[in-house]
Nanobody, 125 residues
Framework: QLQASGGGLVQAGGSLRLSCVAS????????VGWFRQAPGKDREFVAA????????FHADSVKGRFTISRDNAKNTMYLQMNSLNPEDTAVYYC????????????????????WGQGTLVTVSS
Protein backbone atom coordinates (compact mmCIF):
# COMPACT_ATOMS: atom_id res chain seq x y z
CA GLN A 1 0.00 0.00 0.00
CA LEU A 2 1.24 3.47 -0.90
CA GLN A 3 0.16 6.71 0.73
CA ALA A 4 1.09 10.00 -0.96
CA SER A 5 1.07 13.39 0.70
CA GLY A 6 2.53 16.87 0.41
CA GLY A 7 0.44 18.38 -2.35
CA GLY A 8 -1.11 21.82 -2.10
CA LEU A 9 -1.40 25.26 -3.62
CA VAL A 10 1.80 27.10 -4.46
CA GLN A 11 2.69 30.17 -6.49
CA ALA A 12 4.69 29.90 -9.69
CA GLY A 13 8.38 29.69 -8.89
CA GLY A 14 7.73 28.00 -5.57
CA SER A 15 8.63 24.56 -4.27
CA LEU A 16 6.90 21.54 -2.80
CA ARG A 17 8.08 18.16 -1.59
CA LEU A 18 5.85 15.17 -2.08
CA SER A 19 6.21 12.08 0.07
CA CYS A 20 4.94 8.55 -0.39
CA VAL A 21 5.05 6.00 2.41
CA ALA A 22 4.93 2.29 1.60
CA SER A 23 3.55 -0.39 3.86
CA UNK A 24 3.08 -4.13 3.61
CA UNK A 25 6.11 -5.05 1.56
CA UNK A 26 9.87 -4.96 1.28
CA UNK A 27 10.28 -1.42 0.02
CA UNK A 28 13.93 -1.67 -0.88
CA UNK A 29 13.20 -4.44 -3.39
CA UNK A 30 10.91 -2.22 -5.47
CA UNK A 31 11.58 0.22 -8.23
CA VAL A 32 9.61 3.39 -7.56
CA GLY A 33 8.22 6.20 -9.64
CA TRP A 34 6.11 9.33 -9.78
CA PHE A 35 3.49 10.09 -12.40
CA ARG A 36 1.08 12.97 -12.82
CA GLN A 37 -2.26 13.53 -14.46
CA ALA A 38 -3.60 16.94 -15.41
CA PRO A 39 -7.32 17.47 -16.06
CA GLY A 40 -8.34 15.98 -19.40
CA LYS A 41 -4.91 14.46 -20.03
CA ASP A 42 -3.35 11.03 -19.76
CA ARG A 43 -1.21 10.07 -16.82
CA GLU A 44 2.39 10.90 -17.62
CA PHE A 45 5.75 9.83 -16.30
CA VAL A 46 7.64 12.23 -14.05
CA ALA A 47 10.55 10.36 -12.45
CA ALA A 48 11.69 6.95 -11.27
CA UNK A 49 14.42 5.06 -9.46
CA UNK A 50 15.38 1.68 -10.85
CA UNK A 51 15.92 -0.87 -8.09
CA UNK A 52 18.54 -2.98 -9.85
CA UNK A 53 20.99 -0.14 -10.44
CA UNK A 54 19.80 2.65 -8.18
CA UNK A 55 19.74 4.92 -11.20
CA UNK A 56 17.39 7.88 -11.19
CA PHE A 57 15.80 9.37 -14.28
CA HIS A 58 13.38 12.21 -14.93
CA ALA A 59 11.08 13.31 -17.71
CA ASP A 60 12.52 16.06 -19.89
CA SER A 61 9.72 18.39 -18.81
CA VAL A 62 10.89 18.32 -15.18
CA LYS A 63 14.62 17.67 -15.55
CA GLY A 64 16.66 20.14 -13.55
CA ARG A 65 13.63 21.20 -11.49
CA PHE A 66 12.35 17.97 -9.89
CA THR A 67 14.34 15.33 -8.03
CA ILE A 68 13.20 11.88 -7.00
CA SER A 69 14.74 10.19 -3.99
CA ARG A 70 14.04 7.40 -1.54
CA ASP A 71 14.80 6.49 2.06
CA ASN A 72 14.57 2.74 2.41
CA ALA A 73 14.93 2.90 6.19
CA LYS A 74 11.72 4.93 6.29
CA ASN A 75 9.95 3.06 3.47
CA THR A 76 9.44 6.44 1.85
CA MET A 77 10.01 8.00 -1.54
CA TYR A 78 10.07 11.71 -2.27
CA LEU A 79 9.66 14.13 -5.12
CA GLN A 80 11.28 17.51 -4.56
CA MET A 81 9.73 20.01 -6.94
CA ASN A 82 11.36 23.40 -7.50
CA SER A 83 10.66 26.27 -9.89
CA LEU A 84 7.08 25.15 -10.27
CA ASN A 85 4.97 26.59 -13.06
CA PRO A 86 1.24 26.36 -13.83
CA GLU A 87 1.87 23.54 -16.34
CA ASP A 88 2.92 21.37 -13.38
CA THR A 89 -0.62 21.50 -11.98
CA ALA A 90 -1.84 17.90 -11.72
CA VAL A 91 -2.65 15.04 -9.42
CA TYR A 92 0.64 13.34 -8.61
CA TYR A 93 0.75 9.59 -8.08
CA CYS A 94 3.46 7.46 -6.56
CA UNK A 95 3.97 3.92 -7.79
CA UNK A 96 6.06 0.85 -7.06
CA UNK A 97 7.15 -2.08 -9.16
CA UNK A 98 8.27 -5.45 -7.86
CA UNK A 99 9.63 -6.53 -11.23
CA UNK A 100 13.15 -5.99 -12.51
CA UNK A 101 12.16 -3.81 -15.44
CA UNK A 102 14.55 -1.95 -17.68
CA UNK A 103 14.41 1.83 -17.59
CA UNK A 104 12.02 2.20 -20.50
CA UNK A 105 9.34 0.12 -18.79
CA UNK A 106 9.55 2.29 -15.70
CA UNK A 107 8.43 5.30 -17.72
CA UNK A 108 5.20 3.47 -18.53
CA UNK A 109 2.23 3.04 -16.20
CA UNK A 110 2.13 -0.66 -17.16
CA UNK A 111 5.47 -1.14 -15.44
CA UNK A 112 4.01 -0.67 -11.96
CA UNK A 113 2.16 -3.01 -9.63
CA UNK A 114 1.11 -0.65 -6.86
CA TRP A 115 -0.24 2.89 -6.88
CA GLY A 116 -0.87 5.55 -4.29
CA GLN A 117 -4.10 7.50 -4.15
CA GLY A 118 -2.68 10.72 -5.60
CA THR A 119 -2.05 14.15 -4.18
CA LEU A 120 -3.12 17.37 -5.88
CA VAL A 121 -0.57 20.02 -6.78
CA THR A 122 -1.92 23.37 -7.95
CA VAL A 123 0.44 26.06 -9.19
CA SER A 124 -0.98 29.54 -9.53
CA SER A 125 0.44 32.14 -11.93
Amino acid sequence: QLQASGGGLVQAGGSLRLSCVASGGTFNTYSVGWFRQAPGKDREFVAAIRRATGSRFHADSVKGRFTISRDNAKNTMYLQMNSLNPEDTAVYYCAASKRNWVQSMLTNTDGYDYWGQGTLVTVSS
